[in-house]
């Protein structure tokens, strides 16, 4: 069974934390996976680890990582994979793989659009 791990950076500011994991619950509601978690890179709980661990517990056999990081650099590239590493050598026979970050989608070009609409001349 396939289980998602959803990851933004973290922050110090709960309001931001506890904003993305409502973006995380809304997707779950909205769409048929039975398998999603939160998972912050640094700084907040959950951690890339507790989520690892929280899906194999619901009996994800495969992860895949989505960073809800707009553009790739050195998180996607580097930080977020050896996190997921460390985090799956603790479940033998764990498969995961890392997804491209949001900004490679041309949708997001539908997003910033509707940010400025109404406020541009």
Request: charge should be negative; include cysteine; glycine fraction near 6%.
């Amino acid at each position: 069974m396939t289980g998602i791990v959803i990851v933004d950076h973290g922050s110090r500011q709960k309001e931001s934390n506890q904003k993305f994991e409502e973006i995380v619950q809304r997707f779950t509601q909205l769409h048929d996976h039975k398998i999603v978690e939160p998972a912050h890179m640094e700084i907040a709980s959950p951690s890339i680890q507790e989520a690892f661990d929280s899906a194999v517990g619901k009996g994800a056999t495969d992860i895949v990582v989505l960073p809800y990081f707009l553009l790739p650099g050195r998180h996607w590239h580097n930080d977020i994979p050896e996190l997921c590493a460390r985090a799956a050598s603790r479940h033998p026979g764990l498969t995961w793989h890392v997804t491209e970050p949001l900004g490679m989608s041309d949708k997001i070009l539908e997003v910033v659009a509707e940010r400025l609409a109404g406020h541009t001349k």
